[in-house]
């Protein structure tokens, strides 16, 4: 039996990470004997017809479509597409595009049923009981149409115990040197960690309810050995939605990492500011973690208190501090804009701490997903009227750029996005960016000495020159559409 995995199109010419999600369904579908292949929309930049082409030429007898919300309107219009090429074909979708939404998906689609959560067991499971003619309703952690168009649930597959039994994703399927293309560097996406302990009431989780489950560094290291020997990559960046979240792992995983084949390879991780503390930044310095994403969202108590974030204005500030005394860039940091009490002067706050630490301030609108407390609070406040336009409305505008829904007490759609505009905020001019980093330069050479100093400048000259020169060109607001031509 052969199974077809599509990633649909989101955010096209973006490209930036390979499908990891649909190449770890894959690889569990080819360990237990399918035939796959993944049609990469994103990875191989298909139009509409060339997807048409390929999908006509693919004789699956499943398809699988996954991706993230954002991804339902072209998810519903690629099982249409499966559906004229192939009348009896089963087709079934995964990723948050249907585990928040799968009653919604599977009444307005062509889909026959939902993967819930962690799809590598589940996803195999179902090929399984289609393939034999087995009732659905044995498969566990599935929510399906039977035949008189009714929707079922059925009982939850249980989350997977050791993640690193589970096989590499399947490299070979998706063309990796072309996301590679895109981004201008080698590196390598990786995922370690599933699930997340902490409740930002924004947050839309991949697998909801899950309790925080991880990899062993040892099995990291294995992997990251084995994507340097292949591909050659200069630096991996973790895929999770929150690496540092266990203090001890990530040490000993920094440790025996510059023990290791990878030592001199950089990487990038996700943090928190209240996680961050001196001991873990040497060890990540040392190890060549140049960069940490973090999500400060906004520098106003009262805001992060409605988030839900669990964090203090005075924790960020001792996190930015602490990452720039390590050399460790926060060119990721992610702000929101948009909450229900937002003003002008908390905006202000927020572009004053940027301005403060050399941070960029270009703000995400506050957009409730499903399955988030953030998309109840809509709900509940009437703000979301009908959730299937609601939905088809996020999927059109493809990314939090563009504003969904209006939460604020204070503004109206234009003023907010007028704000937002008059307050993205770029660091510093060259002339003051340049004095900055030689002022960090001869702290680090008194405090560490020389050599110490020529390893942070080798590895940070490029973030450097990069901080450097944005002023000299217009701000990069970005404009991606979901629309597929």
């Given at each position: 039996?052969?199974?077809?995995?599509?990633?649909?199109?989101?955010?096209?010419?973006?490209?930036?990470w390979?499908?990891?999600?649909?190449?770890?369904?894959?690889?569990?579908?080819?360990?237990?004997?399918?035939?796959?292949?993944?049609?990469?929309?994103?990875?191989?930049?298909?139009?509409?017809?060339?997807?048409?082409?390929?999908?006509?030429?693919c004789?699956?007898?499943?398809?699988?479509?996954?991706?993230?919300?954002?991804?339902?309107?072209?998810?519903?219009?690629?099982?249409?597409?499966?559906?004229?090429?192939?009348?009896?074909?089963?087709?079934?979708?995964?990723?948050?595009?249907?585990?928040?939404?799968?009653?919604?998906?599977?009444?307005?689609?062509?889909?026959?049923a939902?993967?819930?959560?962690?799809?590598?067991?589940?996803?195999?499971?179902?090929?399984?009981a289609?393939?034999?003619?087995?009732?659905?309703?044995?498969?566990?952690?599935?929510?399906?149409?039977?035949?008189?168009?009714?929707?079922i649930?059925?009982?939850?597959?249980?989350?997977?115990?050791?993640?690193?039994?589970?096989?590499?994703?399947?490299?070979?399927?998706?063309?990796?040197?072309?996301?590679?293309?895109?981004?201008?560097?080698?590196?390598?996406?990786?995922?370690?960690?599933?699930?997340?302990?902490?409740?930002?009431?924004?947050?839309?989780?991949?697998?909801?309810?899950?309790?925080?489950?991880?990899r062993?560094?040892?099995?990291?290291?294995?992997?990251?050995?084995?994507?340097?020997?292949?591909?050659?990559?200069?630096?991996?960046?973790?895929?999770?939605?929150?690496?540092?979240?266990?203090?001890?792992?990530?040490?000993?995983?920094?440790?025996?990492?510059?023990?290791?084949q990878?030592s001199?390879?950089?990487?990038?991780?996700?943090?928190?500011?209240?996680?961050?503390?001196?001991?873990?930044?040497?060890?990540?310095?040392?190890?060549?973690?140049?960069?940490?994403?973090?999500?400060?969202?906004?520098?106003?108590?009262?805001?992060?208190?409605?988030?839900?974030?669990?964090?203090?204005?005075?924790?960020c500030?001792?996190?930015?501090d602490?990452?720039?005394?390590h050399?460790?860039?926060?060119?990721?940091?992610?702000?929101?804009?948009?909450?229900?009490?937002?003003?002008?002067?908390?905006?202000?706050?927020?572009?004053?701490?940027?301005?403060?630490?050399?941070?960029?301030?270009?703000?995400?609108?506050?957009?409730?997903?499903?399955?988030?407390?953030l998309?109840?609070?809509?709900?509940?406040?009437?703000?979301?009227?009908?959730?299937?336009?609601?939905?088809?409305?996020?999927?059109?505008?493809?990314?939090?750029?563009?504003?969904?829904?209006?939460?604020t007490?204070?503004?109206?759609d234009?003023?907010?996005?007028?704000?937002?505009?008059?307050?993205?905020?770029?660091?510093?001019?060259?002339?003051?960016?340049?004095?900055?980093?030689?002022?960090?330069?001869?702290?680090?050479?008194?405090?560490?000495?020389?050599?110490?100093l020529?390893?942070?400048?080798?590895?940070?000259?490029?973030?450097?020159?990069?901080?450097?020169?944005?002023?000299?060109?217009?701000?990069?607001?970005?404009?991606?559409?979901?629309?597929?031509?």
């Amino acid at each position: 039996m052969k199974v077809c995995l599509i990633n649909p199109p989101v955010q096209m010419n973006r490209r930036l990470w390979y499908p990891i999600g649909i190449c770890y369904v894959a690889a569990s579908l080819l360990k237990a004997g399918f035939d796959v292949e993944i049609i990469d929309v994103i990875g191989e930049n298909l139009s509409r017809e060339n997807f048409k082409k390929r999908l006509s030429d693919c004789h699956a007898d499943a398809f699988g479509i996954g991706g993230l919300i954002m991804a339902f309107n072209n998810a519903v219009d690629i099982a249409q597409m499966i559906r004229e090429t192939y009348p009896e074909s089963f087709i079934f979708a995964g990723n948050t595009v249907g585990s928040t939404i799968p009653e919604i998906l599977l009444q307005n689609s062509q889909i026959n049923a939902i993967v819930m959560g962690e799809g590598e067991i589940t996803t195999v499971n179902l090929i399984k009981a289609v393939k034999n003619g087995r009732k659905l309703e044995d498969v566990k952690g599935i929510v399906f149409k039977n035949q008189k168009g009714g929707i079922i649930h059925t009982s939850p597959q249980p989350p997977i115990e050791n993640l690193d039994d589970l096989p590499y994703p399947a490299w070979d399927l998706v063309p990796l040197n072309n996301y590679f293309e895109n981004i201008g560097r080698k590196v390598y996406p990786i995922s370690s960690v599933r699930g997340c302990p902490y409740n930002c009431i924004f947050c839309c989780k991949t697998f909801i309810g899950y309790r925080v489950r991880s990899r062993s560094p040892e099995s990291i290291l294995k992997e990251l050995i084995e994507v340097k020997k292949r591909f050659d990559v200069s630096s991996f960046a973790f895929f999770d939605d929150l690496f540092i979240y266990n203090k001890k792992r990530v040490m000993k995983f920094c440790a025996l990492k510059m023990e290791s084949q990878v030592s001199d390879l950089e990487w990038e991780a996700s943090a928190r500011v209240d996680l961050i503390n001196e001991e873990l930044c040497k060890a990540l310095s040392k190890s060549h973690c140049i960069e940490l994403g973090i999500g400060f969202e906004s520098n106003t108590q009262q805001i992060l208190d409605f988030y839900k974030k669990g964090i203090t204005v005075e924790q960020c500030q001792n996190a930015a501090d602490l990452c720039r005394e390590h050399g460790i860039s926060l060119s990721g940091a992610s702000f929101l804009i948009g909450a229900p009490d937002e003003t002008y002067n908390t905006v202000k706050a927020s572009v004053d701490f940027c301005k403060k630490n050399r941070l960029r301030y270009e703000p995400h609108f506050v957009t409730p997903y499903p399955q988030t407390a953030l998309y109840d609070y809509a709900l509940q406040k009437g703000l979301i009227k009908d959730e299937l336009e609601y939905i088809r409305k996020i999927s059109k505008i493809g990314n939090t750029n563009y504003l969904a829904v209006n939460l604020t007490d204070n503004f109206t759609d234009e003023e907010l996005y007028a704000l937002r505009k008059k307050s993205i905020y770029f660091p510093a001019t060259p002339y003051k960016t340049v004095k900055f980093y030689i002022g960090e330069g001869i702290k680090i050479l008194r405090r560490d000495g020389p050599l110490e100093l020529i390893n942070k400048t080798r590895r940070h000259l490029p973030q450097v020159f990069e901080v450097i020169i944005s002023p000299i060109r217009p701000p990069k607001t970005e404009k991606y559409s979901n629309e597929w031509d």
